[in-house]
């Protein structure tokens, strides 16, 4: 997937908005006030990313804390989450070495992660589009 799948895949969710509280180069994807999503171009000068970000967009995805290990180690294009929690975000680097599938399922979880912890009001509101 490239930038432009993803950020549709992410508009698609129910009542996801975008907006850019970090300028114009750092897209935010919300559900509800809450964050699910981040989108950005690398430029190579992330602190501790080793380069990997270098002209790819990255895309930070809520994710399980146990999954998140595993996908980290399974591929090398999910890193610990850049400028966020390493435990519960993970980075995506869009450098087409992931499955189209497994990155809208880690949208999917991101999406229902943030869900979960809403009220049940909220809940039943986004679950009705499902």
Partial sequence: MDNIQVKQYLLGKAEAIEYFPFGDNVSVFKVKHKMFATLSLGNGNEKGTQGKMAGHYCVNLK???EEAV?????????IPGYHMNKAQWNTVILDGSIPSGEI?????????????????KDQTSLLIHL
């Fill in 63 to 65: 994710c399980d804390p």
């Fill in 70 to 78: 595993m996908l980290r180690d399974i591929f090398s294009a999910v």
């Fill in 104 to 120: 809208e399922r880690m949208i999917d979880n991101s999406y229902s992660l943030v869900v979960s912890k809403m009220p049940k």
